[in-house]
């Protein structure tokens, strides 16, 4: 049971890219390959490489982190990562975890779910799509695109580098 001092964890970022390159200064990353919808020749289909960025914050006490990424069509565990402690004493602390996903191999065609969880419970969450050959359904805009968005504009605050402009599509190579 969480005591009064324990303040849970807040996921004020997460992005599905391609990779995730630390920087060659402290605190600095290059989220490349920006994407929420990927088109694959055919399925199955294994991605050859997928990463997920989080940044949490407003959080006080010890907690578990772990990252699941979930089919929406049947709910299925497609990925887990190995859990991870995090330690903060400041609400006003930022802490970034990255998970590298190599390779995802899909079978079905639909939305996907990244889920950040702390303790067990998720702080949030965001999807992406697979499509074969075919139109997908229209993105709807979320808060972590709004995130995502205001990080591009205010990069010497965040400690962001994106190197490639984010994009809704990605064709994968056939």
């Known amino acids: 049971m969480p005591s009064a001092e324990t303040h849970r964890p807040v996921l004020s970022a997460v992005v599905v890219c391609e990779d995730v390159i630390e920087g060659q200064r402290p605190g600095l990353k290059s989220l490349h390959n920006i994407a ?99 139109p997908l359904p229209s993105l709807r805009p979320t808060l972590n695109s709004l995130v995502v968005c205001d990080a591009i504009g205010t990069e010497k605050m965040t400690g962001f580098k994106i190197l490639y402009y984010p994009t809704t599509d990605y064709l994968a190579p056939q």
């Open 36 to 134: 929420m919808r990927y088109e694959v020749p055919e399925l199955p289909f294994a991605l050859p490489s997928l990463a997920v960025y989080a940044r949490l914050t407003d959080a006080r006490g010890r907690f578990v982190i772990k990252m699941e990424c979930r089919s929406l069509s049947d709910l299925s565990l497609l990925w887990e990562s190995k859990e991870s402690e995090l330690v903060a004493t400041d609400t006003r602390q930022i802490v970034e975890r990255t998970w590298k996903i190599r390779p995802l191999c899909l079978s079905q065609p639909g939305a996907y779910e990244v889920n950040i969880l702390a303790d067990g419970e998720s702080v949030g969450r965001t999807e992406f799509y697979i499509g074969v050959g075919t």
